[in-house]
C-alpha cells in the first residue's frame, strides 16, 4: 500500500514532463507534428484513387492520380501532442467520425444524436449562431405585439439550451440579402460573416373556425389551448372584447456559412393567444406562454441533436500578408496567444493523401480578438498561400 503514494507521483511527474515537453515544442514542430497525423489518420479510412493518364502535346505520357479518403469529416480539433516509437512528435487529432470520446453534455430529457455520429467534446470554443427574425405575412399591431413576445421566449430558450450544454451562443444578425456590393462594404460588420446563421421565419396559417385548419396532418397540431377550445364553441358570443389571436407556422432554419442546404429543418405550427381583459400592451395569455416554452425547448433539443457533433471551425474572412482575419472572437472562446491551423478546406483533411497538400498547412497566433473575429499572425508554414475562405482549426485543447 505504501508504494501507491509513489506510483501517483511518478505518473503525475511524468504526466507533468510530458505537457513541459510539448510546451517546448516549435510552432515549426507543432505544425509538422499536424501534418503527420493529418497523413496518417487518413489511412485508417478507405481511400478512393482516381488516375488519369494523357499523351502531352510532344507525345509523352502524362498521368496523375488522386487520394481521397473516404471518411466523412466535418472538421478537425488537436488535442495535444506526443511522441511516436521513434522519438518524432506527433498531434493527437479529434476527427468527427473516428474520435469522439468525450461528449458534450446533454441538456436534460434530450435524445440521443440521430446522426449516429461521435459526439465531439466540449471545450472552451463554442459554436456562435447569427439569429435572423423573418415575418411573412400581414398582421395588426395586435398580434405583432405577440409575435414579439414569441421571438423573446423563443430565443432565451434556445439560449438557455445552449448554455446548458456548453455548445453554443446566440446573438443577433441583420439581414443582408439584397444588398449591393457598395451596401454590403458600407453596411456589412463582422455579425455578418459568422460560422452559422439561424433563422426564425413566422408564417401566417389561413384563418378558419374549423380547430385543425392550416394542418396538412391534424396529428401534427399542438393540444388546443382552453381559450382557443372556448372560442371555438358556438354557444359563446365572442363579438365583443374578444382577446387577439392568431395561428402560425415558425420555421426554424440552422445554416453553415456558404452553404444553401440547411443542417436543420423543423417546422412548428402554433396559437397565440393574449390576455383576456389586458387595457396595456397585448400579452400573451398564460397558456399561450407555457406552450411557447414547450415547444421552444423541444427545438432546442433538436438544434442539440444537429450542433453535438459539429467541430467549432472558423474561416478565413481576410488574408493580407501576415494579417489574417478569421470569424471567430471572443463570444466563440478564442483567446489572444491561441494558435490556430489554415487549411484548404477543398484539400484538407479529406485529400491529405495528396503529394504537397499537408504541407500547405500554416500555423498562426492570435493578436486581438474582437466580440466577432480573431486577427492571427502566422507563425509557421507557407503564409503567402493563405487565402479566404480557407478553414481555421483549434491547434490546442482550447479549454
Known amino acids: 500500500m505504501r508504494r501507491l503514494p509513489a506510483l501517483l507521483l511518478t505518473l503525475l511527474l511524468a504526466a507533468s514532463g510530458a505537457s513541459a515537453w510539448a510546451q517546448n515544442l516549435s510552432m515549426e514542430e507543432k505544425l509538422t507534428a499536424i501534418r503527420k497525423s493529418l497523413v496518417e489518420t487518413a489511412l485508417e479510412g478507405p481511400t478512393k484513387v482516381t488516375s488519369t493518364q494523357w499523351i502531352d502535346a510532344q507525345g509523352v505520357l502524362r498521368e496523375s492520380s488522386t487520394f481521397r479518403s473516404g471518411v466523412e469529416v466535418r472538421g478537425v480539433r488537436v488535442l495535444g501532442y506526443s511522441t511516436d516509437s521513434d522519438g518524432e512528435a506527433s498531434a493527437k487529432l479529434q ?3 473516428l474520435y469522439g470520446s468525450g461528449a458534450a453534455k446533454a441538456p436534460a430529457n434530450s435524445p440521443s444524436s440521430g446522426s449516429g455520429c461521435k459526439p465531439m467534446a466540449s471545450g472552451r470554443l463554442q ?6 427574425w423573418n415575418v411573412s405575412g400581414r398582421f395588426s399591431a395586435e398580434e405583432q405585439n405577440l409575435l414579439d413576445q414569441l421571438r423573446s421566449h423563443w430565443a432565451d430558450q434556445l439560449s438557455s439550451t445552449g448554455a446548458t450544454a456548453a455548445l453554443w451562443r446566440i446573438t443577433p444578425k441583420a439581414r ?13 460588420a463582422s455579425v455578418d460573416e ?12 389561413p384563418k378558419s373556425d374549423e380547430s385543425n385548419a392550416g394542418w396538412t396532418n391534424p396529428g401534427d397540431r399542438p393540444p388546443m389551448l382552453a381559450e382557443e377550445a372556448a372560442r371555438s364553441s358556438p354557444r359563446i358570443n365572442w363579438a365583443f372584447n374578444m382577446p387577439a389571436m392568431v395561428r402560425v407556422e415558425l420555421q426554424m432554419r440552422l445554416i453553415a456559412r456558404n452553404q444553401t442546404k440547411p443542417v436543420m429543418l423543423l417546422n412548428t405550427p402554433m396559437t397565440l393567444i393574449a390576455q383576456d381583459g389586458n387595457w396595456g400592451i397585448t400579452q400573451l395569455s398564460n397558456a399561450s406562454r407555457t406552450q411557447i416554452l414547450q415547444l421552444a425547448e423541444n427545438a432546442g433539443l433538436e438544434l442539440f441533436k444537429s450542433m453535438v457533433c459539429q467541430t467549432v ?12 482575419r478569421i470569424n471567430l472572437g471572443s463570444a466563440s472562446g478564442v483567446r489572444v496567444g491561441d494558435t490556430w491551423v489554415l487549411a484548404d478546406s477543398a484539400k484538407l483533411p479529406q485529400r491529405a493523401l495528396e503529394p504537397g497538400n499537408a504541407g500547405q498547412t500554416v500555423m498562426a497566433k492570435v493578436q486581438y480578438v474582437s466580440e466577432h473575429y480573431a486577427q492571427l499572425t502566422p507563425t509557421a508554414g507557407p503564409a503567402q498561400n493563405v487565402q479566404t475562405r480557407w478553414a481555421a482549426w483549434s491547434a490546442e485543447d482550447a479549454r
Do not use: C, F
Open 127 to 132: 459554436h456562435l449562431l447569427g439569429l435572423q
Open 194 to 205: 459568422l460560422p452559422w446563421s439561424l433563422d426564425l421565419t413566422v408564417v401566417a396559417l
Open 176 to 188: 443582408s440579402e439584397g444588398r449591393s456590393g457598395y451596401e454590403q462594404a458600407l453596411l456589412g
Open 313 to 324: 471551425v472558423g474561416e478565413v474572412t481576410q488574408a493580407l500578408g501576415k494579417q489574417i
Open 95 to 97: 476527427w468527427q467520425e
